[in-house]
T-cell receptor
Framework: KNEVEQSPQNLTAQEGEFITINCSYS?????LHWLQQHPGGGIVSLFM?????KKHGRLIATINIQEKHSSLHITASHPRDSAVYIC???????????WGAGTKLIIKP | DGGITQSPKYLFRKEGQNVTLSCEQN?????MYWYRQDPGQGLRLIYY???????QKGDIAEGYSVSREKKESFPLTVTSAQKNPTAFYLC?????????????FGSGTRLTVV
């Protein structure tokens, strides 16, 4: 079992829908990262969380340390949100990142 | 503003040639990392460095080499010994290796070997 699990693996939705992507982890962490990767493009860091909730525009990230779970929400989704969303955690045991496999999101107009 | 610069964004090389990917940071971060991503897969650690003039192999170091002569720079060389070098390469840096740290990510280099 991977130490960082993302769900769903693939998600297709209509423009305007509320999107939720989940990340569960099994190790003690000091921080969790959400990143975005557009097809054929580079990686953009969206959020770094160690507790609570952060919001940036239409993106909201939450983390529950006790349940070892984080969610990334997109409100009023748009086709330009189509990308792979990646969760990565920094473990307590060492400083290295453990990466999720990513969630491929497609927003149809 | 501080950050990580990876260059170039896209790189094409002929098979059998060595190629060096650049990664520069102006964040005064101690640790730097190189990751590789293959289509449809998660990122995997190639090499990392915690201090200048020191680096360690990650999970997939074969066919790669690095140097850390300056704190700001951590170049990755993809050698001809790397059997399948076409991939997306991501550089990252972090503050101290203690319990509280933060990561910064480059935008990546997409290498295609023809």
């Amino acid at each position: 079992k991977n130490e960082v699990e993302q769900s769903p693996q693939n998600l297709t939705a209509q423009e305007g829908e509320f999107i939720t992507i989940n990340c569960s982890y099994s190790v003690g962490i000091s921080a969790l990262h959400w990143l975005q990767q557009h097809p054929g493009g580079g990686i953009v860091s969206l959020f770094m969380l160690s507790s609570g909730k952060k919001k940036h525009g239409r993106l909201i990230a939450t983390i529950n340390i006790q349940e070892k779970h984080s969610s990334l929400h997109i409100t009023a989704s748009h086709p330009r949100d189509s990308a792979v969303y990646i969760c990565a955690v920094g473990a307590h045991s060492n400083y290295q990142l453990i990466w999720g496999a990513g969630t491929k999101l497609i927003i149809k107009p | 503003d501080g950050g990580i610069t990876q260059s170039p964004k896209y790189l094409f090389r002929k098979e059998g040639q060595n190629v060096t990917l650049s990664c520069e940071q102006n964040l005064n971060h101690d640790a730097m990392y190189w990751y590789r991503q293959d289509p449809g897969q998660g990122l995997r650690l190639i090499y990392y460095s915690q201090i200048v003039n020191d680096f360690q192999k990650g999970d997939i170091a074969e066919g790669y080499s690095v140097s850390r002569e300056k704190k700001e720079s951590f170049p990755l060389t993809v050698t001809s010994a790397q059997k399948n070098p076409t991939a997306f390469y991501l550089c990252a840096s972090s503050t101290s290796t203690g319990m509280s740290y933060g990561y910064t990510f480059g935008s990546g280099t997409r290498l295609t070997v023809v």
